[in-house]
């Protein structure tokens, strides 16, 4: 992961993992950004949706990642986001008709943080910059 573009991004979850195995789904643009952000960001929730969707049997490609997330993250260069009480409160809150509690948690982080996402869900477009 780079340092020289963006000041920072938000990865999506899928994004994420995407990375982690090689997955040709990733656009052009997204590795871009991921490779030239000065700090790419994940959100403590994509450590929480990776490990229940393994667990209930829904990602098995994740399976041999799962207990390593955080020490992959590390050696990605990546970083943790910060999950405070407030980006909670504003993922409760915001006006979105979306309902899925990583997606919600995920948006109001990059808004909270002014950053874009990466994600090839465009669910966030009416709502923050999204990269793809």
Do not use: Y
């Not at 573009?5 to 656009?27: F, I, N, Q, Y």
């Not at 790419?40 to 929480?48: A, D, N, Q, T």
């Not at 986001?81 to 915001?94: D, K």
Request: with cysteine; hydrophobic share 50%.
């Amino acid at each position: 992961m780079g340092r020289r573009g963006l000041k920072a991004v938000l990865l999506d979850t899928h994004v994420w993992a995407w990375s982690l195995t090689g997955d040709p789904r990733l656009s052009t643009p997204a590795l871009k950004a991921i490779s030239t952000a000065r700090s790419v960001m994940i959100s403590p929730i994509s450590f929480f949706e990776i490990g229940q969707k393994v667990r209930l049997g829904k990602w098995p490609r994740m399976a041999p990642f799962a207990g390593d997330l955080p020490v992959l993250l590390e050696r990605q260069g990546g970083v943790t986001a910060e999950l405070s009480a407030a980006i909670c409160l504003e993922a409760a809150m915001m006006t979105w008709n979306h309902r899925d509690p990583f997606d919600r948690l995920l948006a109001a982080t990059a808004i909270h943080r002014g950053i874009p996402i990466v994600s090839a869900d465009t669910v966030f477009d009416d709502l923050l910059a999204r990269i793809w």
